[in-house]
């Protein structure tokens, strides 16, 4: 990446889908307000089902009902995984590509809008739900990037609490990297 478009801060990288459109007008404030909205219930609820069950020690609750809720946890997680593989099915999500995701910005490896380009971007970042993250942004690819196949979008609009929701995600995700990477070290 060059380092006009270098990423500062955390990054959220793996394998997801995504789709762009390009946009010939610029959103409209209220609009945006919609969008953040909609991001922001779907990153809440993103952390709810990324969270799972929280294994903390509560010494107010009785071990059984601590079985009791694992279990139902267990079982919700379940069905969820069932019925999203379900939609999955039936919906026409796009195929997976390398995406690298910051507060700012998004890069992926793969086709892409021409630099300067307006687009509204669906990003699927959480696996097993068919819903996508949905946001407006600008193209910033280089010439250089372009040339080997990498796009930049820098989000346009993106505020607020769905701002910080998504610094959320990518935190976690980052946690659960680093840990995994000090589990694997001795492998």
Partial sequence: MSSQNAVTGLVYSDNIALSWKPVDYEPEQTHLAMVNASNESFLRAV?????????????????????????????????????????????????????????????????????????????????????????????????????????????VGLTGAARVWLEKLIFRHHRREVAFRRAHVGD
């Fill in 47 to 155: 952390s709810a089902v990324g969270d799972g069950l929280n294994t903390k020690d509560d010494s107010d609750a009785p071990p059984g009902i601590q079985q009791d809720i694992a279990r139902l946890d267990l079982k919700l997680n379940l069905v969820l995984d069932l019925v999203s593989a379900l939609v999955y099915h039936e919906l026409d999500i796009p195929p997976v590509s390398a995406v690298q995701v910051s507060a700012e910005q998004v890069s992926w490896q793969g086709e892409g809008p021409p630099a300067g380009a307006r687009i509204f971007l669906e990003l699927y970042i959480q696996r097993g739900l068919p819903k996508p993250l949905c946001c407006y942004g600008e193209v910033v690819t280089t010439p250089e990037e372009q040339a080997a196949g990498r796009n930049t979008v820098r989000f």
